[in-house]
């Protein structure tokens, strides 16, 4: 394998060489807790799985290959992988962190690790002037979504990596949205990279786990003594489905992006809806923002799968939601199928209400996750259920 070959040529081969023993082109799954020794202190690199095993390593391999880094590990959820990294702080730091994020990094930084001395302040991550006037000498740590869960606001990684590099505080960056496909932090200058790999990494809505990819060889250590001593890895057996899994990866993550463009564009267009966001439609206020950082293995831009549509009012939300047939109500996203869900009593509902109202998050708001089904198919779903 040469480091230079493409995104999908490593997706396939990193992590997935034949069985050394049998000539299995698909890999055996290592289904084991512990390893025999060869002698007490002698092992032949593994000795329980909790610590390393040899599925999930050839997974890690190809975690970090498709961000282009160095050291890839797998957790047992997005949240897990989150977790781990604020682990690797201390009382007394202090974490900028997106105000729209995920609620479930919300409800983690807020209900638990703050009682344990680290303090998270919520700024607007569009404003490279707020993020900057955020920073203070205990500052350790800035951790952004781009695009953020549900409302699809950008932070420009390349200037935010710029103002940590001279404040010495670490970049990280959630790209469960737009996937290792669609987007590269590390290569626009953030330190660690972190995913929901139940996402797009897995793609087919039938297992939990989460992923950080990092160049930074003391981050890394650190990562992995968290990794071992808190033991939130996922099983052998849902590390070969995710290496299955991002085999296809490409397929699948540009399908569900040209899905979803053409799908915002119609529904823009018809003005059924009080508004239509996603950041590959121009009326998006960070749409050239999108165009520079955000593109497919081949240079093309991409703008990522999930959109979000406000209905105007929760009973239209409801009306909506009951008369969809191809989207399934459900929290999470990025499988092949298409999902909804309202993200204000659902994916949010630990965040205060307050807080929801200040970012903008209405009751109204439908957040869609588009799959790889017949485009038409999926409009005309839409279309069909908003009609009164």
């Not at 975690?63 to 897990?80: D, P, R, V």
């Not at 996603?278 to 240079?299: F, I, R, V």
């Amino acid at each position: 394998m040469k480091s230079n070959d493409r995104f999908q040529t490593r997706a396939i081969h990193i992590g997935n060489k034949p069985d050394k023993e049998t000539g299995a082109v698909a890999p055996p799954i290592h289904l084991t807790s512990t390893f025999e020794q060869e002698a007490v202190g002698v092992d032949k690199g593994f000795d329980y799985s909790r610590g390393g095993n040899p599925t999930r390593q050839r997974l890690e391999e190809n975690l970090a290959t498709l961000e282009n880094g160095k050291y890839g590990l797998a957790f047992a959820s997005g949240m897990a992988a989150t977790t781990a990294l604020f682990q690797t702080l201390s009382a007394g730091d202090h974490v900028i962190i997106g105000r729209n994020v995920y609620g479930g990094t919300y409800r983690m930084s807020v209900k638990v690790l703050s009682n344990h001395g680290i303090e998270f302040e919520f700024v607007d991550t569009r404003s490279m002037e707020l993020i900057e006037k955020a920073i203070r000498p205990e500052t350790t740590l800035i951790f952004v979504e781009s695009p953020t869960n549900p409302l699809l606001e950008l932070c420009d990684i390349a200037k935010t990596a710029e103002i940590c590099k001279e404040h010495d505080v670490l970049l990280a960056v959630d790209n469960t949205f737009m996937s290792s496909y669609g987007q590269n932090p590390l290569s626009l200058g953030a330190d660690v990279v972190m995913h929901s790999a139940t996402k797009f990494i897995g793609g087919h809505s039938d297992l939990l786990a989460g992923a950080l990819v990092t160049n930074n060889s003391t981050l890394a250590e650190k990562l992995y003594f968290v990794q071992k001593s808190g033991g939130a890895v996922p099983s052998p057996f849902d590390c070969w489905l995710m290496l299955r899994s991002t085999k296809t990866m490409a397929l699948r993550v540009q399908r569900q992006s040209d899905n979803a463009m053409e799908i915002a564009t119609k529904l823009e267009s018809s003005g059924i809806v009080e508004s239509v966001i996603y950041p590959g439609l121009e009326s998006h206020p960070q749409h050239d923002l999108a165009l520079k950082q955000q593109a497919n293995p081949d240079g093309q831009p991409i703008f990522g799968s999930m959109l979000s549509l406000k209905c105007g009012n929760i009973k239209r939300r409801d009306v909506f939601l009951s008369k969809l047939r191809l989207f399934s109500l459900a929290e999470s996203l990025g499988g092949v199928e298409s999902l909804v869900c309202a993200p204000y009593d659902m994916t949010h509902a630990a965040v205060p209400e307050v807080t929801k109202e200040g970012m903008g998050l209405t009751k109204d708001l439908i957040r869609l996750s588009i799959g790889i089904e017949h485009v038409e198919d999926l409009y005309n779903d839409i279309i069909t259920a908003l009609k009164e």
